[in-house]
């Protein structure tokens, strides 16, 4: 039976664990925030495991491997990438928005020829450090384009954006060889991989078919599809196929897809109907530049995925289908470059990544969905400048201050608990008007066990100075007889788990000594900056106190033992 609570709270003070120097010197505003430990809002949603990117061939090279290793030791096995360009001709060669395998060409009689090294590159580097693919089937050799000169663009961000939809990006003109591509693909992967470990995979074709990517019609695309997935299917019947990963929430091209998926006549089959196994669509924010500063928009990213949720539960045959983001950020295009782009680099990524997957989770328990994943769409860029302004989770191998916030999310395990917080903006005035008054500090707790784990942020739109908030959190419906009491603090600021800030002090060198290397590795790292003492408890209330900087990420690891 549950001991009586009594406000005896244990109280870890600004003196005896954290040693804060606020960098703004503005006073600080009160934060209350309560963790009812004692409540139970399901499992954590590790919706954060699924990363993707342009350029496929960063995979294999030096710094994606070290990359791709950091992001598989989060939870192995459970990471899944996606990549564009997979089965584009080339010789393999990365550039911007560019990669290629030449998986298929024909000999002179317009017979197939099958190359499965560079793929394999791609594939072994994701399995060997516990990333499994997230598979994108596109886009088009240039042997099948119904219009493959140009083929190859040459884009930077300097150009055009419209300069990237070259020959890659048409119909076939043979839908029979599309699907046998696809077919002898999945059968290559099954004797490469095995077939338990294939089956773990995700399988959809293409990518934001309803915008320029795809140079065909809407009815010529669901014929792609048809064919994709009853290639993949007749390899491998258990394979897990769906999409159509489309730009936004997609609108009518998503419930026409999904109607056709239902209730269509089958292209490649002739049958009724599609397989489809989960849903995907994209979802972006927008920030401007205003005023010398980057404004976010939180509030345009959620309100996508909403609408998306809408359409979805608007289909009762699609009840409890697993749905993921393919593309989650907080803005669309990964290797552009400008003002409006300068958040990229430090705290304000960090800070938004942590509140904003938070209200995916919250979206995903209002409409009632079972929401699978949320895909960060950034990675890293091989042979370019040290933090040159790419939506990317490391530069030249020195992994950015976003890239924590994934660690974090990572520690967190067992049941989520109830949050409440008075300076949290409500999901529905986020929905609306974003983040643009007061800022939002809240948390997200989980409990495993003896450990109660809390993220706690402090975000805003503006990326501007602000004073820092002094956040009291309270831990109510403790169940733990008396014992010690252990708390780890990680903290994501201007200065701890922030290469950033140390590149910049350092002279913001391009050519970085070893030295300098290796204490950029260091500032990178996600640190425990807390207390590592204990302190008796007694079946009370406990509180913490701490201080946030403006857009500051802090998580608590709070350790009861008998």
Not at 101 to 123: A, C, K, Q, R
Not at 443 to 454: D, E, H, L, P, T
Not at 457 to 478: C, E, K, N, S, V
Not at 480 to 494: P, S, T
Request: charged share 20%.
């Amino acid at each position: 039976m549950r001991m009586s609570i009594i406000r005896s709270a244990v109280l870890i003070t600004l003196s005896s664990v954290i040693f804060y120097n606020s960098s703004t010197g503005q006073d600080s505003f009160k934060v209350n925030i309560q963790v009812d430990v004692s409540s139970n809002l399901g499992p954590v949603n590790h919706i954060w495991r699924y990363f993707g990117a342009d350029e496929p061939n960063y995979a294999y090279m030096k710094n994606g491997k070290k990359l791709l290793g950091d992001l598989g030791s989060l939870r192995p096995g459970e990471i899944f990438f996606r990549a564009h360009n997979l089965l584009n001709s080339g010789d393999g060669t990365a550039d911007l928005k560019w990669g290629s395998t030449n998986v298929y060409t024909e000999d002179e009689e317009g017979n197939p020829v099958y190359y499965w090294g560079i793929l394999d590159s791609i594939f072994d580097t994701y399995l060997g450090n516990g990333v499994r693919p997230y598979v994108e089937i596109g886009f088009m050799p240039e042997a099948l384009s119904v219009n493959p000169e140009p083929y190859r663009h040459h884009w930077n961000p300097s150009l055009p954006y419209g300069e990237v939809y070259t020959g890659w990006a048409y119909p076939p003109d043979n839908y029979i060889k599309w699907g046998d591509l696809v077919y002898n693909w999945v059968l290559h992967c099954i004797d490469r991989y095995g077939e338990e470990e294939v089956k773990k995979w995700y399988w959809e074709t293409w990518n934001e078919p309803n915008i320029d990517y795809w140079q065909g019609t809407r009815e010529e695309f669901f014929m792609l599809h048809d064919y994709a997935i009853e290639a993949v299917l007749r390899a491998l019947p258990e394979a897990r196929v769906g999409g159509p990963d489309v730009a936004g929430h997609g609108g009518s091209f998503m419930q026409d897809f999904i109607e056709h998926c239902l209730r269509g006549v089958n292209y490649a089959t002739g049958e009724t109907g599609t397989q489809l196994d989960f849903v995907a669509f994209h979802a972006k924010g927008s920030p401007v530049y205003v005023n010398g500063h980057v404004r976010m928009n939180m509030g345009r990213q959620l309100a996508t995925i909403k609408r998306g949720f809408e359409i979805v539960t608007s289909y009762p045959e699609l009840d409890g289908i697993p749905i993921i983001i393919g593309e989650s950020d907080p803005e669309g295009c990964a290797a552009c470059q400008g003002e409006s782009l300068g958040y990229r680099n430090g705290t304000m990524y960090s800070s938004y990544t942590a509140a904003s997957f938070v209200r995916k989770m919250d979206l995903a328990l209002l409409h009632n969905v079972n929401l699978e994943g949320a895909l960060t769409w950034a990675f890293e860029f091989e042979d370019q400048p040290y933090f040159a302004g790419f939506r990317s989770l490391a530069t030249n191998g020195i992994n950015k201050p976003v890239s924590n916030v994934f660690r974090m999310f990572s520690m967190m395990k067992g049941e989520r608990v109830e949050v409440k917080s008075d300076y949290q903006v409500p999901l529905g005035k986020i929905l609306e008007e974003s983040v643009r008054e007061k800022p939002d500090v809240s948390a997200f707790a989980s409990k495993s066990g003896n450990r109660i784990y809390i993220m706690a942020w402090h975000y805003h739109d503006d990326d501007t100075t602000g004073p820092p908030a002094r956040i009291i959190m309270d831990l109510t419906g403790l169940d733990f007889k008396e014992g010690k009491c252990k708390v780890d603090r990680y903290l994501i600021d201007e200065y701890q788990g922030n290469s950033y800030t140390a590149w910049k002090e350092m002279g913001s060198p391009q050519k970085p000594d070893d030295k300098q290397v290796k204490k950029l590795m260091e500032k990178s790292s996600l640190q425990n900056t807390g207390y590592e003492g204990s302190t008796t408890v007694n079946n009370s209330i406990l509180t913490i106190e701490d201080v946030l900087d403006r857009q500051a990420v802090a998580l608590y690891v709070i350790n009861f033992s008998e």
